[in-house]
Nanobody, 116 residues
Framework: QVQLVESGGGLVQPGGSLRLSCEASGFTFRSYFMRWYRQAPGKEREFVAYISSPGDSTNYADSVKGRFTISRDNAKNAVYLQMNSLKPEDTAVYYC?????????WGKGTLVTVSS
């Protein structure tokens, strides 16, 4: 079965950095795009970043453009989100996502808290 497992979240001060990882299993990872979403307390889940299956095309939400970088390692079945210059408004649960054969799959998320 499809599994997406996020890791790397934690508490970081404003201006700091974190690198999130998502390990995938149960499907042919290299054949599918991957995305990161986030959900802040009391808010709806929102798109953060996208990467194509071969990793040659990316897209970002305006709120993170220039600060976050999505990447993937198809040999390791993993996608990453490097987050720099973090702001308190980046505090959220971050989710890994992919659309496979018409279905959406999600991980359970990893909590990122940006606070001094």
């Amino acid at each position: 079965q499809v599994q997406l497992v996020e890791s790397g979240g934690g508490l970081v001060q404003p201006g700091g950095s974190l690198r999130l990882s998502c390990e995938a299993s149960g499907f042919t990872f290299r054949s599918y795009f991957m995305r990161w979403y986030r959900q802040a307390p009391g808010k709806e889940r929102e798109f953060v970043a996208y990467i194509s299956s071969p990793g040659d095309s990316t897209n970002y939400a305006d709120s993170v453009k220039g600060r976050f970088t999505i990447s993937r390692d198809n040999a390791k079945n993993a996608v990453y989100l490097q987050m720099n210059s973090l702001k308190p408004e980046d505090t959220a649960v971050y989710y890994c996502n992919s659309g496979i054969n018409g279905m959406q799959f999600w991980g359970k998320g990893t909590l990122v808290t940006v606070s001094s």
